[in-house]
């Protein structure tokens, strides 16, 4: 009998979850009581492995409650990367005090883009990361506010170019002499990414603060040294923050 009660209220704990996203309650830390809403959504670069991984960090070892979002196949409700316009859960963002997004050339419901549309208009905060710059194509729009354009619009640029060689050189990421003292560098160091420097050409240095740079490196390996030359000259700008003004407005 109690074998029986202890495997029923287990059934009934693996039903309750949605599998459709990942929740990870935060521990203690400096995030507890604050919500962070992750969504992943891209072809190439993994988000659906790499947000997980993030989302764990964040909640087992600075106390945030964590969701990741995943594009899924409506019909068989695994996580499908390629299908560009299912990204069920983004109710989430309703009281989510930060998003993280990593998706590519997504084009959601007019239902989707609305909590998207609301949590930008109340000026939540927004930490984009690689394809985000072109994280929604299509005709899509909410007011007047297109999505095409959310790269652009929220984030300070979209998608230019690929200023390396595509899965050939990669970016060594160097701390901006102007900003090497900013608050939000403590700890940070020398990177490495196995992935190209994206090209840059709309975001205005003057709106914006750029705290790492983008070196070119000769080839892939983490040794690799920096391409000589104009590549690198300037080098293209990696990682920064600034203002948006949200769709309303």
């Given at each position: 009998?109690?074998?029986?009660?202890?495997?029923?209220?287990l059934?009934?704990?693996?039903?309750?979850?949605?599998?459709?996203?990942?929740?990870?309650?935060?521990?203690?830390?400096?995030?507890?009581?604050?919500?962070?809403?992750?969504?992943?959504g891209?072809?190439?670069?993994?988000?659906e492995?790499?947000?997980?991984?993030?989302?764990?960090?964040?909640?087992?070892?600075?106390?945030?409650?964590?969701?990741?979002?995943?594009?899924?196949?409506?019909?068989?409700?695994?996580?499908?990367?390629?299908?560009?316009?299912?990204?069920?859960?983004l109710?989430?963002?309703?009281?989510a005090?930060?998003?993280?997004?990593?998706?590519?050339?997504?084009?959601?419901?007019?239902?989707?883009?609305?909590?998207?549309?609301?949590?930008l208009?109340?000026?939540?905060?927004?930490?984009?990361?690689?394809?985000?710059?072109?994280?929604?194509?299509?005709?899509?729009?909410?007011?007047?506010?297109?999505?095409?354009?959310?790269?652009?619009?929220?984030?300070?640029?979209?998608?230019?170019?690929?200023?390396?060689?595509?899965?050939?050189?990669?970016?060594?990421?160097?701390?901006?002499?102007?900003?090497?003292?900013?608050?939000?560098?403590?700890?940070?160091?020398?990177?490495?990414?196995?992935?190209?420097?994206?090209?840059?050409?709309?975001?205005?240095?003057?709106?914006?603060?750029?705290?790492?740079?983008?070196?070119?490196?000769?080839?892939?390996?983490?040794?690799?040294?920096?391409?000589?030359?104009?590549?690198?000259?300037?080098?293209?700008?990696?990682?920064?923050?600034r203002?948006?003004?949200?769709?309303?407005?």
């Amino acid at each position: 009998m109690h074998t029986f009660c202890f495997s029923l209220l287990l059934t009934l704990s693996l039903k309750a979850e949605d599998p459709k996203w990942l929740t990870f309650k935060g521990q203690s830390g400096p995030g507890s009581g604050k919500k962070i809403v992750l969504i992943s959504g891209d072809e190439e670069y993994r988000s659906e492995e790499t947000c997980p991984m993030l989302a764990k960090i964040l909640s087992q070892r600075h106390g945030f409650d964590c969701t990741v979002l995943f594009s899924i196949d409506p019909e068989k409700g695994f996580i499908d990367p390629n299908n560009q316009q299912s990204l069920p859960g983004l109710e989430a963002l309703e009281s989510a005090d930060l998003m993280i997004i990593g998706t590519r050339f997504r084009q959601l419901s007019d239902a989707d883009y609305a909590h998207l549309a609301r949590y930008l208009n109340r000026g939540g905060p927004v930490i984009g990361f690689r394809t985000a710059t072109h994280a929604f194509r299509g005709s899509g729009q909410s007011g007047a506010f297109k999505w095409s354009q959310f790269g652009l619009k929220i984030l300070g640029e979209t998608w230019i170019s690929h200023h390396g060689r595509h899965k050939g050189q990669g970016t060594r990421a160097i701390v901006s002499d102007v900003h090497a003292d900013h608050p939000v560098l403590n700890g940070v160091g020398e990177i490495f990414g196995p992935t190209d420097v994206y090209g840059i050409r709309n975001l205005n240095p003057e709106q914006a603060t750029i705290v790492l740079l983008g070196g070119v490196t000769e080839s892939l390996e983490e040794q690799s040294p920096l391409v000589m030359g104009d590549k690198n000259d300037p080098m293209m700008p990696l990682a920064w923050f600034r203002t948006y003004s949200s769709p309303d407005q």
